[in-house]
């Protein structure tokens, strides 16, 4: 069972989006709590957590680093699940995320996951997506494409960093490429 956290900007029609995707995995059992972490005190993503059954996790701070540490605090479950706003997992992750899991646990070795990136067929293409492909490339998975780690190795690595530029970069850069794995289930970023 895994906590997903997601930090958010006050904004509902991301939030929205994500927490209909995650839906499945609810349903299934795989997904224990959905946490939406927002700083903006607008009361707009309070309101969505409410309705949604979801815990709202309030935190001070301006940055996506500080968001995500204060989500990842407050999570009860052993493996979290980081999701950006207007992320939308594709079919088949419910397995795979599972999967990914159990082989985790029976190797005893430390290991988190990525999901692979898809831009969405409504966006559109700029010079912008095809600079954010070449980084993708060349630095490997930016932090748009999700993380789901086990808290242990979460907390042993140091966590995201509340107060760094580029939180979400530096964790990736901290678990390297060879505790890394690429998910086949995709993500698509909506909004």
């Known amino acids: 069972m895994l906590s997903v956290i997601i930090p958010t ?9 994500t927490l209909a995707a995650l839906v499945p995995g609810a349903a299934a059992g795989v997904i224990r709590e959905v946490l939406l972490v927002d700083g903006t005190r607008n009361g707009v993503i309070e309101r969505v957590a409410d309705v949604a059954g979801c815990r709202f996790i309030g ?3 301006h940055s996506q680093g500080a968001a995500l540490a204060a989500g990842a605090r407050q999570a ?11 992320a939308v997992l594709e079919t088949g ?8 899991i159990q082989a985790v646990a029976t ?12 831009r969405s067929p409504y966006a559109n293409t700029a010079v912008r997506d095809v600079l954010w492909a070449v ?5 490997g998975p930016l932090g ?3 993380l789901l780690i086990a808290r242990d190795h979460y907390d042993r690595i140091g966590g995201y960093p509340p107060h760094a530029r580029h939180s979400e970069a530096r964790l990736l850069r901290r ?5 890394r794995t690429m998910l086949r289930s995709r993500i698509v970023m909506v909004g």
Do not use: C, H, N
């Open 144 to 146: 748009d494409q999700g």
């Open 107 to 118: 190797s005893g070795r430390d290991r988190a996951a990525v999901f692979r990136y898809a």
């Open 135 to 139: 980084a993708r490339k060349l630095v």
């Open 76 to 86: 009860r479950s052993p493996w979290l699940m980081f999701l950006p706003a207007g």
């Open 9 to 17: 900007d006050g904004v509902e029609q991301t939030a929205v989006a």
């Open 175 to 179: 678990l390297g490429r060879s505790s």
């Open 93 to 100: 992750w419910i397995e795979e995320t599972t999967q990914f």
């Open 59 to 61: 935190f001070e701070g």
